[in-house]
């Protein structure tokens, strides 16, 4: 059973940054495509970052800029390193593996306060 763990979120000030984990397990990792996706209170979950098995990056707007998404292919783990953190980016962060034949893996989510 693929597992996807999330780890990092937590409460961080506006302006500060916070580096969130997701480790897979039983999974062949290098072949997904993975990437991170949000849910504030009362919307929709969207796509925040993602990184394809090919190496190609990409961001929803409101992001763009401020937060980094990586991966390592040996360690089956995937990153997003979140800077500049803004109210709006409170949410609920979930990692997600996608297959090629957009199959989804879904991790229970690590939740990310912004207040001060």
């Known amino acids: 059973q693929v597992q996807l763990v999330e780890s990092g979120g937590g409460l961080v000030q506006p302006g500060g940054s916070l580096r969130l984990s997701c480790a897979a397990s039983?999974?062949?990792?290098?072949?997904?495509?993975m990437g991170w996706y949000r849910q504030a209170p009362g919307k929709q979950r969207e796509l925040v970052a993602q990184?394809?098995?090919?190496?190609?990056?990409r961001y929803v707007d409101s992001v763009k800029g401020r937060f980094t998404i990586s991966r390592d292919n040996v360690k089956n783990t995937v990153y997003l390193q979140m800077n500049s953190l803004e109210p709006e980016d409170m949410a609920v962060y979930y990692c997600?593996?996608?297959?090629?034949?957009?199959?989804?893996?879904w991790g229970q989510g690590t939740q990310v306060t912004v207040s001060s």
């Open positions: 990184f394809t098995s090919g190496g190609v990056t």
């Open positions: 997600n593996a996608k297959s090629w034949t957009n199959f989804d893996f």
């Open positions: 039983r999974i062949n990792f290098n072949i997904y495509t």
